[in-house]
């Protein structure tokens, strides 16, 4: 029982991660296309988002190749069970594929609150991360430890640009209420989320990968890193 309970709770971590870490990068695709137009003499900024978006690349497919290892596919997953997904929703009304990139671009309003988003999300990401390397069901298998390990090392610098442009523009930090929805995502996912999951005997597991066709997905992921600073 314990045995069973262990590989299924892996099994959804995994399949709730590889989600969001596809999710994460292809939503950054969108984040970089705003930049480059409304600050395209920003190479800096320009150049720490892309490695962002490599770094959340890289994390999708160091997840697939765990499933890979173990000879079968993520769960199938949707926008539910993501945390920039519904941190999205609530902060602009709208879903993530539905939001309107060039209003972002045109209202500085609305690019400061998605810096402010983007800067919680990847946050509560790091700490969720060093919860789970003390997880005795994670620290069971070890290449789930050194990929969360090497997630923990990354993460820092992914937060680090938005909160830069906030500070370097004097825009205001985040606020109760963002840090609120933020809280309220992270347990809503933890503890109604993913114990319905758990004990969901009709979830599926997807029968492709989610980048399946995707155009050059690591066309930013050869490069030397650059710091966020």
């Known amino acids: 029982m314990i045995h ?12 709730i991660y590889i989600y ?11 984040v970089l296309d705003a930049v480059r137009v409304r600050s395209p003499e920003n190479t800096e900024l320009i150049s720490a ?11 999708y497919v ?4 765990w499933f890979e290892l173990q000879g079968k ?16 929703e609530i902060m602009f009304g709208r879903t993530i594929d539905n939001l309107d990139t060039q209003e972002v671009i045109d209202q500085d309003k609305l690019f400061e609150r998605m810096c402010r988003v983007i800067a919680l999300t990847e946050q509560r990401g790091y700490k969720q991360v060093e919860i789970l390397l003390g997880n005795r069901f994670v620290k069971s298998d070890s290449r789930l430890v050194k990929i969360f390990e090497i997630i923990k090392k990354d ?12 500070k370097q523009h004097a825009k205001r930090e985040h606020t109760w209420w963002e840090r609120m929805v933020d809280g309220f995502i992270h347990s809503e996912l933890l503890f109604l ?4 999951l758990f004990l969901n005997p009709f979830v599926k597991r997807r029968e492709d990968w989610s980048d399946e066709g995707e155009a050059d997905p690591d066309r930013y992921s050869h490069r030397p890193r650059v710091a966020a600073g």
């Open 73 to 88: 596919k993520p769960m199938r997953l949707d926008r539910h069970f993501g945390h920039i997904d519904r941190f999205i």
């Open 4 to 15: 069973w309970f262990q590989n299924r709770y892996l099994d959804l971590l995994g399949s």
């Open 49 to 59: 988002i892309e490695q962002h978006r490599a770094d959340e690349r890289k994390h």
């Open 193 to 196: 989320k993913l114990p319905v």
């Open 155 to 166: 993460e820092p610098s992914h937060w680090a640009p938005y909160e830069n442009w906030l």
């Open 62 to 65: 160091m997840f697939k190749r």
């Open 20 to 30: 969001n870490e596809h999710r994460g990068y292809t939503a950054i695709d969108r």
